[in-house]
């Protein structure tokens, strides 16, 4: 595959409630209001195809579904929205922000669900023809915390939320190693005020738009 510039991909990481999307859409306005282009992408979804795979994954009544299953459905989905809007997106100079990309499948299927971590390594390397985010911004909150910010619909919405505690507290270790062996891999404290976080995040990005 072609050379593809990605100094306009960013994603976000974050447990469920970490506040990722309101993030998202602050810094979105903010490119916007400089007068770039933006696409906001989320995962599992943004193409025909991988919004059926989404529902598949999150539906509770596939509770039988192996893991590896899981793992290749969340990166078939990955497939897609790589080729059909990632990319083409990027080639029109576009800034890409990814709500939640391959270090969510290392996370969960990798640290969650405890498949082997070289086996998720190449599995998103194939998924994503090695195209990555130029930064990760990561919302930091401990499970015990998110679980407080659910409301009671959420509660009982999907498989991965029926998940339970035991098994965010592995995706949250597994994000803390994530974040030792990347260095465009940015942890914010996602408890601290939504506008604190959208300031430390133009404090990061800044710079590196402005070159
Ligand atoms: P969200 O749209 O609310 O972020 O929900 C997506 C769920 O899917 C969330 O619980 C995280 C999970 N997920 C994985 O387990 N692996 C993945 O690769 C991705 C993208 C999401």
Known sequence: MEKIKTDRFISFEGIDYS?????IDLLKSFLEGRGFNVFVIREPG????????????LDKKNFKMYERA???????????LVVEKIIP????????????????TTAYQGYG??????????INKAA???????????????????????????KQTDRLEAAGLE???????GYKKISQKNKSFY???????????????????????MD
Do not use: C, W
Request: hydrophobic share 40%.
């Open 128 to 154: 994503t023809f090695d195209i990555m985010p130029n930064i990760t911004f990561y919302l930091e909150i401990k499970p015990g915390r998110a679980y407080e910010r659910r409301n009671d619909s959420a």
């Open 167 to 173: 098994f965010y507290k592995r995706v949250f270790n």
């Open 187 to 209: 942890v914010l404290d996602a408890e601290q005020s939504v506008e604190t976080i959208h300031k430390q995040i133009l404090n990061i990005i800044t710079p590196k738009i």
């Open 70 to 80: 899981e793992l290749f459905l969340y990166s078939a989905a990955r497939v897609q």
């Open 46 to 57: 943004g193409t025909a195809i991988s919004e059926k795979i989404r529902q598949l994954l």
């Open 19 to 23: 506040g990722k999307t309101t993030q």
């Open 113 to 122: 669900r405890r498949i082997d971590l070289k086996v998720i390594k190449q």
């Open 89 to 104: 997106m990027l080639k029109k100079d576009f800034f890409v922000i990814a709500d939640r990309y391959v270090d969510s």
